[in-house]
């Protein structure tokens, strides 16, 4: 299921605490694509724990902040757009993505694929330790996603950007990524453009 997470349009601050509080949507199972609109500013801190059907997050550009563990336990969540971000986006261990087996003891985690439009957006030592030995980043280098994008689990999604056509998917030495390869945790991929040529008669 979809779920757009709306604003208020009563004259009351965005996150107001009776409308979006910790836990306001904790352990909802049904969940597996989270969209926020615009306007959001902060996402409250566990807001979305236990939710762990959710695959795919998409951000507004207004977006500044995300609390602490907002998506604690989202162990299905893969990919989060914040190519529409315009500026640096200040997390607190909010993507905890695992969560231990009590069986065996080992954490389940699944890869998960941060969407930039700037490498500059996050401050990737705000992961640290075992949760975000698996992410993976993508620099879309001023690239963002249509509304509707449908984003693949260890798969790049192909970006738009006004102007140009997408060249690739590449990593830092310059290799080209293709369908077949397998995308590295930790490692960061950026997307090259080349200048789109307009056409047209001057008879």
Not at 8 to 26: L, T
Not at 105 to 110: F, G
Request: aromatic share 12%.
């Amino acid at each position: 299921m979809k779920f757009v997470v709306k604003q208020r349009h009563d004259g009351n601050s965005v996150n107001h605490p009776d409308y979006m509080g910790s836990y306001a949507f904790a352990s909802d199972t049904a969940l597996k694509s989270v969209v926020f609109e615009e306007g959001f500013e902060t996402i409250p801190g566990s807001l979305f724990p236990s939710c762990t059907g959710i695959e795919t997050l998409v951000l507004p550009s207004t977006l500044t902040s995300i609390g602490h563990k907002s998506f604690d336990q989202n162990i299905s969540l893969h990919s989060i757009d914040l190519t529409k971000c315009a500026g640096k986006v200040e997390l607190e261990e909010s993507f905890n993505c695992y969560y231990t087996d009590k069986v065996n003891q080992l954490p389940k985690i699944t890869d998960c694929t941060f969407y930039l439009s700037d490498a500059s957006a996050i401050d990737k030592n705000q992961f640290g330790g075992i949760r975000y030995e698996h992410a993976v980043y993508a620099v879309t280098n001023g690239g963002t996603f249509a509304e509707g994008t449908v984003f693949e689990a260890g798969k790049l999604v192909e970006p738009q950007k006004a102007g140009y056509n997408f060249k690739g998917w590449f990593t830092e030495d310059g290799t080209e990524v293709t369908d077949a390869d397998t995308l590295t945790a930790g490692t960061t991929y950026h997307a090259e453009w080349d200048e789109a040529v307009m056409s047209g008669n001057c008879g």
